[in-house]
């Protein structure tokens, strides 16, 4: 059991508008993936006793999902750092989401302004990235029908570190 602080304004602004970026572009794209925030339960081992709860998971297989939260690697887990959780969200978690299959980690650092980008399927799409910044994102766009198909869209984190700032200040 960890006690922690609850996350403050600028996390949970962070958290709520990548929410609904990543949303509308799913929705936009007739997309099946889904984004869950926040308290959600991801059981990364076979057991049912031992979960992480990501500040943002998207996860494009149905099946994995139950009252519960998410059974197995979800695709995409994004974390906002804060100074009493960076060194889980850089170490522990970094190297379990990698072991499990989760195939993109974000680490977001508002203090620093930066992006870790962790792609675990194709390493050049590992990076460093500023809040300025477009970032590519190695979803994973499922049609409600048809054949799934790996495309790399561009996350607009320049708009997302603008609407921080507006709901912040």
Known sequence: IYMMAPPNTRHQVIVGELYATIRNYI???????????????????E??????????TVVCSPDKVDEKGCHGAPDWVIEVVSPATQSKDYGIKLFKYRMAG????????????IVNVY????????????????????????????KPTKKRAVMPFSVISQAVRERIS
């Open 27 to 45: 929705k936009s794209k007739s997309g099946s993936c889904k984004p869950y925030v926040s308290p959600f339960a991801v059981f990364l081992n």
């Open 47 to 56: 057991d049912n006793k031992n979960y992480v709860e990501p500040d943002l």
């Open 102 to 113: 989760v195939r993109e980690y974000w680490i977001i650092n508002p203090l620093k302004g």
């Open 119 to 146: 792609d675990f399927e194709n390493e050049s799409g590992t990076g460093l990235y500023s809040f300025d910044d477009e970032i590519p994102v190695a979803l994973i766009v499922r049609p409600l029908a048809g």
